[in-house]
């Protein structure tokens, strides 16, 4: 398993030569001042390898995360020929600069969707949370949708409670937390922008969000497979609706739908143990099993749940997550290609997310991204992975 980090690029705080002193080997970045929807051009694809390559430090950029799908795929609006034309384009030039694992999401208007960033774990580091009572109340109170059945009446009970309770202050907090997932940007969406954009995304229901899925693996699934590549889908973070928008990466049955939908090794599967592990209905070892052919690209954490649905990120080795199966699953999957002579024996894995401890705590790292915290998880990572590697002989 290749020990890969996630870096943000020239602007992360976190430097390369402090990620080459966590370990890792494989860097895990994107080109995120490109807008979704337009090429990335090789001169950029090669200017970013090199500041990886050339500082001296043993790492390489071992996958792409992510490669956006535009909103207008996902929404199968107008004319879509140029954007599946760009996207062909990006990935010739990421697959020339040797690049071959994309990883990419089908998530709409929102990438992961947190509404704390600062729960007080023991000794006062901080984990990322999710509480359906707060994401009840803000929808409800502040984004002014008809919920419904979506969340649990204990729930949506506590959530009024909460917001009747709240000050101006707390509500701005809670949604600049929420929004602190979009995607590409600082932009904060306002209410009101978030109430317009999501207004977009009316009727698109789980049947027709599938279908621009698999209109979207049609244009693009030959084009990776012909050059050599993989991509892999990232499950919905929570695997649950939000603010009513389908979802069609939650479940094991959506993780079949999309492996059924295209035949191809170039359609692959991000395995994230913490978005999937955030739903009970999944069962993460099962899942594993049954995909690890399909898999080429795993993140790796771990969740507490409760039952209301709201969880929160736990320790690597904590929470409901059973990581040591889950690396014992994925090194016999390396192990049969390896018999096989596949070139992709190696499974590119990051620790997916950490506390913000002890020097993180005020040195502003992206949500769920410091240094130390995800220091832990890969190192404990790696005693996992060499332990079972002896036990596996
Ligand atoms: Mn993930």
């Known amino acids: 398993m290749r020990e890969c980090w996630r870096w943000f690029g020239p602007l992360d705080r976190i430097t390369l030569p402090q990620i080459a002193q966590t370990g890792a080997s494989g860097i895990v970045t994107a080109l995120h001042d490109i807008p979704a929807g337009e090429v990335w051009p090789r001169a950029a694809i090669d200017a970013r390898r090199a500041l990886i390559d050339t500082a001296g430090l043993g790492l390489h950029w071992a996958v792409v995360e992510s490669l956006p799908v535009h909103d207008r795929i996902k929404r199968g ?3 879509l020929a140029p954007l599946f034309a760009n996207y062909r384009t990006s990935l010739e030039n990421l697959a020339a600069a040797g690049i071959e694992t994309v990883c990419y999401n089908f998530m709409t208007v929102i990438d992961w969707v947190r509404t704390d960033h600062d729960l007080p774990m023991r000794g006062g580091a901080l984990a990322l949370g999710f509480s359906t009572a707060r994401m009840a109340a803000f929808e409800r109170h502040m984004l002014g949708r008809d919920i419904g059945s979506d969340y649990p009446p204990e729930a949506i009970a506590q959530g009024d409670a909460w917001f009747a309770a709240s000050s101006q202050a707390d509500r701005q907090a809670l949604l600049g937390r929420i929004m602190a997932g979009l995607p590409g940007s600082y932009d904060r ?3 009101a922008g978030l109430r317009a954009e999501l207004a977009r995304y009316e009727g698109q229901t789980k049947d027709r969000l599938r279908s621009n899925l698999g209109r979207f693996l049609d244009e693009v699934i030959p084009t990776a497979e012909r050059l050599g590549m993989r991509l892999c889908i ?3 973070d929570p695997p649950r609706p939000v603010f009513g928008l389908a979802r069609i990466v939650s479940t094991e049955e959506d993780l079949d739908w999309i492996i059924s939908r295209a035949d191809s090794p170039a359609n692959g599967l991000t395995f994230c143990s913490g978005a999937l592990g955030a739903s009970r209905a999944n069962d993460l070892g099962r899942i594993a099993r049954r995909f690890a052919a399909k898999v080429h690209f795993l993140h790796l954490r771990s969740v507490a749940t409760a039952d209301d649905g709201s969880f929160h990120e736990a320790a ?9 199966d889950l690396v014992a699953i994925f ?3 390396e192990a049969r290609r390896r018999a096989e002579g596949r070139s992709d024996a190696d499974l590119p894995f990051r620790p997916d997310h950490g506390h913000e401890m002890l020097s993180d705590i005020g040195a502003g790292a992206h949500p769920g991204y410091p240094l130390i915290g995800r220091l832990r998880g890969l190192a404990e990572l790696r005693g996992v992975i060499a332990a079972t590697r002896l036990g596996q002989g």
């Open 77 to 79: 609006e107008g004319d």
């Open 189 to 191: 969406f306002s209410v």
């Open 234 to 236: 990232h499950p919905d």
């Open 316 to 324: 690597h080795l904590e929470g409901e997550a059973d990581l040591p």
């Open 331 to 333: 090194l016999h999957e």
